[in-house]
């Protein structure tokens, strides 16, 4: 199995699957998957990697100021474009975060899922009685305007 990246909602996803996120992708990948589920482990995905970036461009950050780093380095440029970086990456974490919350909170509790059920199509059987006539072939058509 690849190795999965953690999450900041990791537990929050064990807790409401019952599962940890490994097995729980194993679960999304059977032919009886809940879309929530395949919908939660997408989001959680897409922030798994948003708080990598996060942490790559603050570490990137903290070495730029490292304070035995040579302060000729230094470039305000960088750091500005780091921070305008840091700041998507953070909005982006951020939206990942409440939408994940939000599914995690609107799903129902694991005993009132919705089940499939299979119902048999009923179909009527009853015949016409003889004296029913058809009905013209123009019957309802619209009257054509005349001008």
Partial sequence: ?????????????EDVFGNPVPELHEEAAGPDASPALARAL????F???????????????????DPDRDMGELSADKLRFDAQWLEA???????????????????PA???RARPVRTTQLRAT????????PAPPRAGAARARRP
């Fill in 89 to 107: 990456a953070l909005d982006a974490r951020d939206g990942y975060r409440a939408a994940l919350g939000e599914l995690l909170r609107t799903m």
């Fill in 126 to 133: 009853a015949a016409l009685p003889p004296s029913a006539a």
């Fill in 110 to 112: 694991p005993d009132q």
């Fill in 47 to 65: 922030l798994a990697l948003t708080e990598e970036q996060v942490a790559r461009v603050r570490d990137r950050v903290h070495a730029d100021m």
């Fill in 1 to 13: 199995m690849s190795r999965v990246k953690t999450s900041t909602m990791d537990a929050d996803l």
């Fill in 42 to 45: 997408e989001l959680r995905s």
